[in-house]
């Protein structure tokens, strides 16, 4: 691998395979912050194609792509908020996750937003605050049967040129 990745928009071709990188990076990654059952229920979200393919489709998504393959993904669904966020497991640290919240902080500020926010899992937490989110508020949140600890999130985003 080349640790050199571009950022592209999705295309349908992609749909699998940030499946796989939603799945790894829960199970791989957040599994040290989530019981067992947990991880499941969440992992479940991408076991139907129709309903993730939907999700790709209703939502701005950018992907990281190294040697044609995608390592990474951010979704944004207007008008001000990050839903997914995931990096490969084999891919993290290499700043994939920073480039794409770039990306999508200009297509955000070009769109007149100046307030982004996330849900962060408490795995990925420590990424947003150390890129300027600040904890608005911690909540619980149910899927698939289970309840998750997670945190809203807030950026105020700057003028372009500033």
Do not use: C
């Not at 829960?26 to 479940?44: G, H, L, M």
């Not at 408490?122 to 949140?141: C, K, L, M």
């Amino acid at each position: 691998m080349s640790n050199r990745f571009v950022i592209r928009k999705r295309i349908e071709s992609d749909s699998a395979a940030l499946a796989e990188i939603f799945r790894r990076s829960i199970r791989e990654v957040a599994s040290r912050d989530y019981r067992p059952t947990q991880i499941e229920a969440w992992v479940r979200f991408a076991e139907s194609s129709t309903a993730w393919e939907d999700r790709m489709r209703a939502r701005q998504v950018w992907v990281a792509v190294d040697d044609g393959q995608p390592i990474g993904f951010i979704q944004f669904d207007p008008p001000d908020h990050i839903d997914l966020t995931y990096v490969h497991p084999e891919h993290q640290r290499q700043g994939v996750a920073t480039a794409l919240l770039s990306v999508l902080e200009v297509a955000a500020r070009a769109k007149g937003v100046t307030v982004l926010y996330v849900e962060a899992s408490i795995t990925s937490r420590p990424f947003f605050a150390a890129q300027g989110f600040q904890t608005v508020a911690p909540q619980i949140v149910t899927a698939n049967g289970q309840e998750f600890l997670n945190y809203r999130m807030a950026k105020r985003l700057g003028s372009v040129g500033v």
